[in-house]
Nanobody, 117 residues
Framework: QVQLVESGGGLVQAGGSLRLSCAASGSIFGLNIMSWYRQAPGKQRELVAGITSGGNRNYADSVKGRFTISRDNAKNTVDLHMNSLKPEDTAVYYC???????????WGQGTQVTVSS
């Protein structure tokens, strides 16, 4: 019913910047939260940042001040602007949309971000 497609991943040097984008399509109605998660090899998937339909944001402590999440409700997109990247930011980044009313969640396939030293 809902499809999410991430883009913008790639290889960047430490201290550099990268912008990830996620485009949602399908039956998108009601209050929802769009989030970015990441998963490094051998580690659990972790929440990076989230934003509600109303624009309320939250960030993991490890990225606060460096990453910015934003969304365009008219275009059904969410972006993650990543600055001052560190090697420990290397991971596959996933986009997630969670609908509050139904409790349903949808995931994208992920995009690789690699930060070199």
């Amino acid at each position: 019913q809902v499809q999410l497609v991430e883009s913008g991943g790639g290889l960047v040097q430490a201290g550099g910047s990268l912008r990830l984008s996620c485009a949602a399509s399908g039956s998108i109605f009601g209050l929802n939260i769009m989030s970015w998660y990441r998963q490094a090899p051998g580690k659990q998937r972790e929440l990076v940042a989230g934003i509600t339909s109303g624009g309320n944001r939250n960030y993991a402590d490890s990225v606060k001040g460096r990453f910015t999440i934003s969304r365009d409700n008219a275009k059904n997109t969410v972006d993650l602007h990543m600055n001052s990247l560190k090697p420990e930011d290397t991971a596959v980044y996933y986009c997630k949309m969670h609908f509050i009313t139904t409790g349903s969640s949808y995931w994208g396939q992920g995009t690789q971000v690699t930060v070199s030293s």
